[in-house]
């Protein structure tokens, strides 16, 4: 599109050099001959060094043929006068910052389709902040009525591991409260639907009314209560094939978690499915089950269970199932290999001990016990 902006100081340069970046074709209009320079050596936009409220500048820059013209000049006065220049001297569409309420209705009379209310902007931004130290970014709509805001998702919040639509099922989530995006640690962007899972690490967009803003981050922040604060890498270094890992490595493991909680009753996985996670149970207990639901071993706190199927490759050899509120931290696949991939000689020692405790299992009676902290299948 081809923009002239009024204006080139801080916002105006500000604008300028995102514009060039999306591959606009922008022209700047600015009295200051140096910041002109300045413009063009440090973002190669185009200038014309001049008074944006003068029709003979404005034509120079091209305001006749323009898609969008930005008036982002110091004063308002300025602003209504560049405004009502563009309107008579071509079909631009016209956006202008609003310094002073006040000209509110001027600007409206004048023909601008949008305005930028800085204060507005500046005051819903730092009040949101005071208000919502969790929310990492945001941004007033429709008068200040609705708010679009960033948010991270913590390992141990209860959202981690979830679907959109199971979060919005959620009796505390507020209707009017949509997810809009997320964002991975590496930056891409995923448009959302309801199977989307909310994973740690990430950071999801959403919109919701200023009214509901509270409702919406408390729940989508709640953090899992009751389990002790002993720190994930210190439990995984009580785990046998485990004990290659060095402790930076077993912390990178701990850090790719990801904190669920379940129902007593409620599935965690069923015999037969791909192996893709291990569990460790940081409250309540787990039933491990056999064909037909019966018991084979029961998982209590700081017991790990789904290793065997994660690092085999085999299906699920049996199922699992809450039997009590319980809340559990899951280690991926993707998360587990990237650190013992990354070392041959450490992935063949857990590959022996491994074996050694396959060998074992083997000789072992499947009748129903109670685990201390071993992992099941």
């Known amino acids: 599109m081809r923009i002239v902006i009024a204006g080139g100081g801080r916002v105006g340069g500000a604008l ?26 440090d973002i190669g936009v185009v200038t014309v060094c001049g008074d944006a409220t003068d029709p003979h500048v404005l034509e120079s820059a091209g305001i006749s043929g323009a898609d969008i013209a930005a008036g982002v000049l110091a004063r308002d006065a300025e602003n209504l006068a560049f405004a009502t220049l563009v309107r008579s001297m071509g079909g631009a569409r016209v956006m202008v910052r609003m310094l002073d309420s006040r000209y509110r209705e001027a600007y409206r009379l004048a023909g601008v389709s949008e305005l930028v209310e800085e204060a507005e902007v500046v005051v ?7 208000d919502f130290p969790q929310v990492a970014g945001s941004l007033p709509l429709a008068a200040g009525d609705a708010i679009l805001f960033e948010l991270q998702v913590s390992p141990k919040a209860l959202v981690s591991g979830r679907t959109v639509a199971q979060v919005r099922a959620l009796p ?3 209707r009017e409260c949509v997810f809009i995006g997320l964002l991975d640690p590496e930056g891409r962007i995923t448009l959302p639907d309801g199977s989307t899972v909310l994973r740690a690490g990430y950071t999801i967009i959403l919109v919701a009314r200023r009214a509901e803003l509270a409702r919406a981050v408390e729940c989508l922040t709640a953090e899992l209560q009751g389990h002790d604060d002993t720190p994930l890498a210190e439990i995984l270094r009580k785990v046998d094939f485990l004990a290659p890992l060095s402790d930076e490595e077993l912390s990178t493991v701990a850090r790719g978690a990801e904190y669920l909680r379940k129902a007593p009753g409620e599935p965690i996985f069923n015999k037969g499915e791909a192996g893709e996670t291990f569990y460790v149970v940081v409250s309540g207990e787990v039933n491990l089950l056999a064909e037909g639901g019966r018991v084979l071993e029961v998982v209590k706190p700081g017991g790990f269970f789904g290793e065997i199927a994660l690092l085999t490759g085999e299906p699920r050899s049996t199922s699992a199932q809450a039997a009590t509120p319980c809340e559990l931290a899951s280690v991926g696949r993707d998360d587990f290999r990237g650190v013992v991939m990354a070392n041959p000689a450490m992935a063949l020692e857990m590959s022996r001990i491994l074996g050694q405790r396959l060998a074992k299992m083997a000789q072992q009676d499947r009748a129903p016990q109670k685990r201390k902290g071993l992992f099941g299948r």
């Open 172 to 174: 505390n989530f507020p």
């Open 124 to 130: 819903a931004k730092m009040t949101t902040a005071i």
């Open 16 to 41: 300028a050099a995102r514009l060039v970046a999306e591959r606009h074709q922008v022209t700047v209009v600015e009295r200051d001959a140096a910041a002109c320079n300045r413009l063009f050596e």
